[in-house]
């Protein structure tokens, strides 16, 4: 079992950048794959971005991909989010994730198998 602290979120304007950062406890960090969803106000859980459990593969929603950049730290057992361009529309809680099935598809929340209990990013105009 994994415990997701999220952490790093805020106001920030138009263009600006945020890094958010997930928190995992228990020794097992590099034995999950890790993705990042996030819920705007009366939408359904998206998804954002996700990574191997080594590091070695990404994968980003089109929403997001070059503007994004998702990483581990298997040593430091967190997860990172780097948010640049940031856009109005990237309004929304942010949610880390781990799943433990390699071979479910890593873009649906139900893949996954332990929550955070997210942070907040606001971008205003």
């Known amino acids: 079992q994994v415990q997701l602290v999220e952490s790093g979120g805020g106001l920030v304007q138009a263009e600006g950048s945020l890094r958010l950062s997930c928190a995992a406890s228990?020794?097992?960090?590099?034995?999950?794959?890790m993705g990042w969803f996030r819920q705007a106000p009366g939408k359904t859980r998206e998804f954002v971005a996700a990574?191997?459990?080594?590091?070695?593969?990404?994968y980003y929603s089109d929403s997001v991909r070059g503007r994004f950049t998702i990483s581990r730290d298997n040593a430091k057992n967190t997860l990172y989010l780097q948010m640049g361009s940031l856009k109005p529309e990237d309004t929304a809680v942010y949610y880390c994730?781990?799943?433990?099935?390699?071979?479910?598809?890593?873009?649906?929340?139900?893949?996954?198998?332990?929550w955070g209990q997210g942070t907040q990013v606001t971008v205003s105009s």
């Open positions: 228990g020794r097992t960090f590099s034995r999950y794959g």
């Open positions: 990574i191997s459990w080594s590091g070695s593969l990404t």
């Open positions: 994730a781990a799943r433990t099935d390699y071979g479910s598809d890593y873009r649906y929340t139900t893949s996954y198998d332990y």
